[in-house]
């Protein structure tokens, strides 16, 4: 039975919190919480890094903030939203270029000439001095090689001459270059210097050249559900895929080279690594100009990688540091083998067999795209839609089952060795490359282990170095020159001044690190007011401008129309 009252006369209820009452003030947004989402909106960084910069000549010190230039969005997502749009920019102009990108290297000058047949003259002499056993001379000749060397890089030439003759060559082991029995065989061909692709001519004799859009996975490690969780997990390969994620880098690498040797041109790529709903790796990627399809399913399966390192089955081992041999040791006290002595066996058996081989799967998705088509935009988006976020956070995990396979993968990523000097070694009685006392084993820092990544380390933006001529670097430059252009400046527009000395040089300046309780540092909430006040200003003139040039444009259509027609 339930019972109701009704309201008194002049007491009719509310809808919402009572005026004044703590619900009331819970409603209303915090002023911090609205300053940083208007920073976010107008592109303002929210964790500026503080740089003191003092003129040595006057001594006058002040507070610059120049963005985090973080590319995650759970650090900074204004900066991340920043480097997704100068990827996109830099993938767009490089898919479809009809020109080589990157020209040839300028002629050498009679000066440059000259110091690299001053350098030979020198590496003769220095031969003659060893040959006689006058080492007084060959100090001598390496000290004028190291002044003409130094003399040879502030000319402007690229790398070394020769490598240093005070630099001993390490042996490097040599591993048999023969193809797999298992591996199809591939054709290899002379590699051209042309990193465009082939033209087609339409009937009514305009040319395309077209591009491509690529897709490659990994291998099955067992049966899955539609969420990426398997459906028997004690059957799932969880130490393979582990092996697969922390080795697909070098696993494309090798595919590229593959590739291009396959076709015989230097084929320009430029993509993302990202984890499936699985969690495995796997690779988009666009390529300049057309392949055929059955070229690329043969280049990917017939790419593999071998891992020559000592083979591990289960953590075994409980290592201890022995401070005075400096050496690790296993319980009973006895040194563990060391990396070299594990490779030296490895050398030494015939049949010796490489700790894991990593292919590709049978999934490879090959589509055209042409020049133009709205499939462009779209494509491109895809390319970049998870880079600001880590490879952890890319896919939603709801279900029980999806945060154990998670779980699962992990810990395996956690003991699979990641490098030669990894901690892990450790775990499987072999000390790493230049172990040392500070090592943890099962506790390496090396990126592969994080949670967050999934094994799935390094960059994950892979762009090949033809693609379109410029680094980064370049591609803001083309920013903030644009800025300029229509702004109609021609001084910098967020660059610190210049102050320039007595004799019309740059004043010499130091740069450090202001620290936060600085007595000079501004609180945070004042700095980003600052920013975005700077933000608002430079928004409202690229709109004015913008107006402004959209006026005058169609101005000058109007007359060209109002002269047409006359």
Not at 76 to 88: F, I, S, T, W
Not at 351 to 368: L, M, S
Not at 396 to 425: F, G, I, K, M, Y
Not at 496 to 520: F, H, I, Y
Request: glycine letters at 6%; proline letters at 8%.
């Amino acid at each position: 039975m339930t019972v109701t009252t009704e309201a008194l006369p002049g007491l009719e209820p509310q809808e919402g919190p009572r005026p004044g009452s703590r619900a009331a003030r819970m409603l209303m947004p915090l002023a911090a919480d609205v300053v940083k989402d208007m920073a976010a909106e107008y592109g303002v960084c929210l964790r500026p890094v503080g740089l003191r910069r003092t003129d040595l000549t006057t001594g006058q010190t002040e507070i610059i903030d120049v963005p985090c230039g973080a590319t995650r969005e759970d650090k900074c997502v204004p900066c991340a939203k920043r480097a997704r749009r100068l990827r996109k920019t830099q993938i767009r102009e490089g898919w479809h270029r009809t020109d080589e990108p990157a020209p040839a290297p300028n002629p050498a000058t009679e000066e440059q000439r000259s110091l690299i047949s001053l350098r030979a003259h020198l590496e003769y002499f220095r031969d003659q001095a060893v040959r006689e056993s006058k080492w007084d001379e060959v100090g001598e000749v390496d000290d004028a090689i190291r002044e003409v060397e130094e003399a040879i890089a502030a000319e402007g030439l690229r790398g070394t001459v020769a490598p240093a003759h005070d630099k001993p060559d390490e042996p490097k082991r040599q591993r048999s270059t023969r193809r797999r029995q298992d591996a199809p065989a591939l054709p290899r061909q002379k590699v051209q210097p042309r990193t465009i692709g082939r033209a087609y001519t339409a009937p009514d004799g305009t040319e395309h050249r077209p591009s491509m859009w690529l897709t490659m996975t990994l291998d099955s490690y067992g049966p899955v559900r539609e969420d990426g969780s398997p459906l028997d997990p004690s059957r799932y390969d969880y130490r393979r895929a582990a092996w697969d994620a922390i080795t697909f880098p070098r696993l494309l690498d090798r595919f590229w080279q593959n590739l291009r040797r396959c076709v015989g041109w230097n084929v320009q790529y430029a993509g993302c690594v990202e984890p499936q709903r699985r969690l495995a790796p796997h690779a988009h990627f666009a390529i300049r100009g057309t392949i055929p399809r059955t070229v690329l399913r043969e280049v990917a399966a017939a790419t593999y990688h071998q891992v020559w390192w000592p083979r591990v089955d289960k953590p075994t081992c409980r290592p201890v540091w022995d401070a005075d041999a400096e050496v690790w040791c296993d319980a009973d006290g006895l040194p563990l083998q060391t990396w070299d002595e594990a490779l030296d066996a490895i050398d030494e058996d015939p049949d010796a067999e490489p700790a894991h081989v990593i292919r590709f799967g049978k999934h490879v998705d090959a589509r055209g795209v042409a020049a133009g088509s709205k499939d462009i935009d779209r494509t491109v988006g895809y390319i970049t839609k998870y880079i600001t976020k880590s490879a952890a956070d890319c896919h939603t995990v709801t279900t029980d089952r999806q945060r154990a396979h998670l779980e699962r993968l992990w810990q395996e990523l956690r003991v699979t060795p990641c490098s030669e000097r990894c901690a892990n070694w450790l775990l499987y009685g072999i000390q790493p490359k230049k172990a040392h006392g500070k090592l943890r084993p099962g506790n390496c820092k090396g990126k592969v282990h994080q949670r967050a990544t999934l094994g799935i380390g390094g960059r994950r933006i892979l762009v090949s170095r033809d693609w379109s001529g410029k680094t980064l670097a370049d591609h803001r430059h083309d920013a903030r020159a644009w800025v300029k252009a229509l702004l109609g400046v021609s001084g910098g527009v967020d660059q610190v001044p210049v102050t320039e000395s007595d004799d019309g040089t740059p004043a010499p300046v130091a740069w450090e690190l202001a620290k936060p309780n600085d007595p000079d540092m501004p609180p945070m909430r004042h700095r980003l007011l600052r920013a975005l006040a700077q933000r608002m200003q430079w928004r409202n003139a690229i709109n004015a401008a913008r107006d402004r040039a959209a006026q005058y444009e169609q101005t000058a259509n109007d007359n060209e129309e109002e002269r047409n027609g006359e």
